[in-house]
């Protein structure tokens, strides 16, 4: 019923700028809340950035804040993360979500719809 589909990840050095693409199929993608989340080797899965169904509220990682940005254009069923002053930890697959509600959440239990993820690699 939905799919999510990443795209923009690619292996940069560090100090660059990545940005990352979910287009989202589907016609009730406007009444839910999406997220990003990410995943290095032998680590769980983490949330990076959550945005609500109307992109009025954001969340973050403290690890990302100040650098990465979530943002969302409805109209275009789509979810974007402009990653800025990467940094070698922020290597990982990051993987696109759709939530179960509104508002933006970093709990990945509240997410039902996940993309396959885009691997982000950054070199030091």
């Known amino acids: 019923q939905v799919q999510l589909d990443e795209s923009g990840g690619g292996s940069v050095q560090a100090g660059s700028s990545l940005r990352l693409t979910c287009a989202a199929s589907?016609?009730?993608?406007?009444?839910?809340?999406m997220g990003w989340f990410r995943q290095a080797p032998g680590k769980e899965r983490d949330i990076v950035a959550a945005?609500?169904?109307?992109?009025?509220?954001?969340r973050y990682a403290d690890s990302v804040k100040g650098r990465f940005t979530i943002s969302r254009d409805n109209a275009k069923n789509t979810v974007y993360l402009q990653m800025n002053s990467l940094k070698p930890e922020d290597t990982a697959v990051y993987f696109c979500?759709?939530?179960?509600?509104?508002?933006?959440?970093?709990?990945?239990?509240?997410?039902?719809?996940w993309g396959q993820g885009t691997q982000v690699t950054v070199s030091s």
């Open positions: 945005i609500s169904w109307g992109g009025s509220t954001t």
């Open positions: 979500a759709r939530s179960r509600f509104r508002i933006a959440s970093t709990t990945n239990h509240d997410y039902d719809y």
């Open positions: 589907g016609r009730t993608f406007n009444s839910y809340a």
